[in-house]
């Protein structure tokens, strides 16, 4: 007897339960009824006494509508299940005039949107957590057009925040072992690399790989966040050698470094509640148990805004480009010019101090320019290296222009490379960077 | 290699990642710091370097607090952790000149209290869970004596709620095979029918028992509230031959009624978040598909503030009380009354006919006088049947007369007899009950 | 944490007992022995005394044998680790003379080889069975050549059977949620109808699909054997439809018949050790069970032999073949004979004709000529039905000439079938099938 | 859902399966039928068609009889299922004539007793390999009134051994996590220092305390051999405080010592099957594996012939016996002389110095005189210390005159020890009780 056919069984107990606790009342098969009506009774009193089965058939009349039906369901919670003004006035103004306990419970009270409680009692149904992640996904994909909605959208941050609070995720190890419908989740969800199937999946799960990702228990199933490590001698530079399938294997117990080269976040419904931070310092501390051996921690990382700064750069008449870089930007739109090794040659110094000077510059706020570098510095890693020829596949060239960071997650400094990024916009970079601007 | 030792090597990596995260900084051994200095950093950006480092300090630093230094930190949390009244002044006064989404947000931030961010980032230690649910329970001792501490209750309350919503609960059985810590923890837990020892919780986990409890994945081994449940033939009238070792082991598929003769919450600090409901309901639906042959399903319940309120009658001067119910009342103290056949006999049917008019009299909002009455009718039971000398322990004497109440819980009448008892404090009670009063 | 880790651990328990154990003789490191020095040890004294130790250093020394030295070893075993005859002489002397318990224990003990006891001092190893059925799939290799290898192979034989009984072994189900090192082994391991990747498994794992293995404890991650099942209306009569990715998949409670496409014996090491007889029964029960709506349980199986049958045919001249069944059979070397709808429906009758008299025609001791027919009637299954171009793979073409047949599991007359056909070599066959005959 | 129920669902699985490949034969019932019958049945070939059903209806049928019935069984077993003397003579009259593989083998099946086969079936039924263990159990209580049922005993240990075979067996550590009924197991198996109730169980599964036993994976539930261990600094000498509920709980990681106080045999169907030597070197190994700081492993262990060979020392009257031996001797049987320090300090130097020259003295064979001796000597541990008033319990008084022993097992001296006593018959003693003798 297995697991799957266990959740069938629970499946059917929950169908049974409806049924159960619906004996009387056949007549009223609720999941036949509007949205408006069955949110209605979800937030009636019939919704607290029908357990969970009420929130049940919210879950599936959502489930089944189409895209229209769904943003018109949006568009509902924005209208009819958002806090109201008179209400948070007149609280506020209680408030004003005697501030206290009472006055300030009955102000969250008047502000707190209905969708809120709506949306706490669809979590309750049997997979109501993946139903909300999976409506925020909707959402996002709506919002752009339908400005109004971001007020739903706030209150399902709100919520998942709560929910996907650090201390309730699990991390796993992923490995060969791995069950493969989990697998093939993997490769789906991997886009900083794309894999071309199992072999190459396999390879990633050897022996001198490890895996890990973050799960919530209440999305058994579904991975949140992975990241893929390779443990190397030496900080590795080039990621292709590392994604190919065959190659040896190296025995961790050798291993002195360990590479992060891939991160994925795999929910496009949870994307803003952010678990990154906390799965590269975990990670980090289970490979440092496991392998004593292991001296560095380091990513390889893309730099996915870099070629997009460079056409700017490119355009922008006020910038100092020295003939040599704009020879060398030029060059890049020449198919095949990083297999020519003489004219690669000519390319890596204007361009690899290019990409130090893009790292390095700040934008509002003290910001990082590029995506990738402003969550790593924002974790405390520092700019260690710019690898030349790092990422030769056709996105590595596309974005990055070929190149790729190894960003330094050095214990000692985390906290103070995070504060000084995080107050004052300072980014640490290793001398070696920073030399490459003299 | 066992769970338990798993455990411990899951701890030193805990131990060791904390340490590797600071092998910079030995001299700043956090815990050694202030509450407030702890607060302090966990709230600011090293907060949120550190992974959970700095969290796992501020638990291990509440751990290890007395009494006095915990009502110091719950008061240095409700005076200094607070909003900020003039921000909420101010962010009031922009929503109402201004309604709107970005100004609704603003007044939403200024109303929540960092406490809750505090509190956030304390659950992601390890075990933060633990140490929150701790926390709340300290609180609530020191909350009679500390009513400014309600502010932190609040929050507390806040968190948890949408912690332990029902979608994040699991469900599980517990019987002869579970873990023996777990079953110490229910034998003293159970506060209801009190068990003597590991022979009597051998009794109630037979085969013709079940019980249930509902637990948290981030409290693995605590179990929230369980439920004991004995299947018989007809509806049990009296609860000892229940609870006494011994005794024929009926076959549970001859059973046809599933009675629930007690349920314990486990959790002080959880007090007031509401699972009772769902679980005698979820609890119904695993026996009627387990056990088709179910079909009753009633609770044997005691009336604890039956005693105290007769009390109350005796002493108001304007209640109806006839003779026969006086004297009956005054039997009641007379030691050993209960083994008095003849003297039982006389007193049975006036405090049965009190014991109906106390139930289904109603107080303030229609609700029921009686705090069990008031559970079961809110979930939409209805009032069953009252057994005489369905208790004969010394609690069951002292609280509930010796007296006993079945609410039945019939899936087709839930949803009416909830709505009616909510909207309108409508008492559902069975024919035999209502004729007592006539 | 994760079990391929502990496995680690456990591994190095094993090491670290194993130097625990020999803190004092460093000196003597036993695996640099040879074998036969190995040997004598673990059959010793000092065999007993050292836990496993010794045991585990035969078996690695086993391990890190080539080829020519694992036969030397084998041949060491058959020459001097054999029963000693003169000893049996006088234990059947002495047991002649006074035959009764004690004589007769004595010739049982004469009789036994000291292998024996050597290989069940191995099996004491972590992975000691691993390795004594991974000794049988060597040995097995060199038996051709070598033919007083028997003597080691009976007593291998003689212990596998034991071991393997089937109380011991553990039906699982296999589907996309087990792992993918499992799979991998599946897709290996399957030679009926072999799988060309992981999307074709995935079709074949897939809700109307059902796989079922026996594993031993002792062998956790090797399948022994495997089933594959489709769950369809009807009895299929075709395979390839059953084979392809993609199709539709059928809800399994609209299927009536269970169809066994193919059986896969996994371990070369336990060749002649038979389950397959109780995989069967079981699947059929556990399916039985889970979907009551099945009627049918039936296989669609190959006929291996009956290319080479024909090709017998051919060549004896005194067997009486009709013209219509010459021309069908030399159309059989046409390469796409069958793709041509007017040649091959002249082929089918004759063709199928020709089937069935070489599935009911027996041979010695009333045995069926066809290996895959003795199985399944040796079971009690019975001949159902031959299916015309049941399977136009390149190897279904040339053994089984493209038809498949239909063995069905009637469990009413299972017993019946098996008796009939073992005592008195009655071949069980549907009525249709002897209706081609006539 | 819980394991339990599984059980229930796999047992209606074999039921249904029963019933299921019956469906056409309702009228024969076959576990009405005699044991004769059933075991004819189950050993031809309708045996082999109907997968495992007819063993499970012998093994019902041998759990449904009476004391009679059982020795009537095993009655028909021994003189109906023995090998034929006959056979058994011509094959050996055919192998002396031409000794080889084929004549070899039918000497080995004329002299396998088809008892043996029929063991082997109903090993296949569901808990096949219980029933077997219960069975020798049974035939164990009659094999000294029925001298004939030895050969039946001899098969079943031939058998049991080799499925037993180490192997197979799983080390699990027991603790407080324990499930409560393997507990009550436990408990009801620990006859060395029997336990009072669940506190003290407790107590022994503490911090500073292991527990571990071997499992079968067919007696899953069921341990065979189980061990207990105190984590100590220096060597215990004295069992009552390892044994009282209370005292203090060392960290395990400040204990030097293992003391393996108490070793217990759980099943009587099993006696003669040897696994204590392994547990003990295997928990050996995970102990300094878990906790390096561990420095010693001894056991402290009762000497349960010593009082006896002192009361035949008494009676021999040409034993060399000082007047103070006769005097200590004697004072053992005044109730409570352990109390009286004045009289149990006279005692000591005499007694210990007996206790010394029985440990010492060795019988037929070079054996020890005392069984747990024995045991430990044979595993290839030391005699090394003897301590006065070890264990003042009554059964330890009666047995052991207050003694206790202990035991060094060192890995470095285990092997040359095991060897010394097996094949000279010499004992390993320390220095110290060596001395004593002088």
């Not at 209680?94 to 008047?110: C, D, K, N, Q, V």
């Not at 925040?161 to 069950?179: C, H, K, T, V, Y």
């Not at 700017?312 to 060059?331: F, G, H, I, W």
């Not at 402003?374 to 520092?382: C, I, K, S, V």
């Amino acid at each position: 007897m297995r697991a799957s056919r266990l959740n069938q069984v629970l499946h059917s107990v929950a169908d049974a339960g409806r049924e159960l606790l619906r004996r009387g009342a056949p007549a009223a098969r609720p999941h036949r009824q509007s949205p408006h009506t069955l949110c209605e009774a979800l937030l009636s009193t019939r919704g607290e006494a029908s357990g969970t089965a009420l929130a049940r058939d919210v879950a599936d009349a959502y489930r089944a509508m189409n895209h229209a039906e769904k943003r018109a369901f949006f568009s509902m919670l924005a209208a009819d299940y958002g806090p109201d003004p008179t209400a948070i006035h007149a609280a506020g103004e209680a408030y004003r005039s005697a501030p206290g306990f009472e006055t300030l419970m009955e102000l969250s009270a008047a502000i707190e949107p209905p969708r809120q409680k709506l949306f706490r009692r669809i979590n309750m149904a049997p997979e109501g957590t993946a139903t909300i992640v999976a409506m925020r996904k909707d959402l996002l994909e709506l919002l752009p057009d339908d400005p109004p909605l971001r007020a739903v959208d706030a209150d399902l941050v709100h919520l998942l925040a709560s929910w996907f609070n650090r201390g309730f995720l699990r991390l796993r190890q992923i490995d060969w072992e791995s069950p493969a419908a989990l697998l093939q989740k993997i490769m789906a969800y991997e886009s900083v690399h794309a894999m071309a199937g199992w072999d190459e999946l396999r390879r990633r799960l050897a022996g001198d790989r490890r895996c890990f990702a973050f799960f919530h228990p209440a999305l058994a199933d579904e991975p949140l966040i992975f990241v893929e490590v390779a443990l190397t001698r030496g900080m590795a530079s080039v990621v292709q050698p590392l994604l190919a399938d065959g190659g040896d294997v190296l025995d961790p117990r050798e291993a002195d470094t360990a590479v992060f080269y891939a991160i994925n976040n795999c929910q496009a419904g949870l994307v803003g509640i952010s678990f990154g931070n906390f799965l590269i310092k975990q990670v980090v501390v289970e490979l440092a148990y496991e392998l004593p051996n292991l001296k560095t921690f380091a990513t390889l990382s893309p730099i996915p805004g870099f070629r997009a700064w460079l056409a700017s750069l490119d355009k922008s008449a006020n910038t100092a480009v020295s003939t040599n870089e704009t020879e060398a930007m030029e060059r890049l739109s020449t198919p095949g010019w990083h297999r020519d090794e003489e004219v690669a040659g000519r390319m890596r110094e204007p361009l690899t101090r290019l990409c130090a000077r893009y790292l390095l510059e700040t934008g509002p706020g003290g910001r990082s320019l590029d995506p990738v570098a402003r969550f790593h510095l924002r974790n405390g890693a520092r700019l260690e290296r710019i690898n030349w020829l790092g990422d030769v596949s056709a996105k590595g060239l596309s974005e990055s222009a070929g190149l790729l960071v190894n960003y330094l997650y050095d214990p000692r400094t985390i906290e103070r490379n995070h504060e000084g990024y995080v107050k004052e916009g300072g980014i640490a970079a290793s001398p070696e960077i920073r030399r490459l601007l003299r």
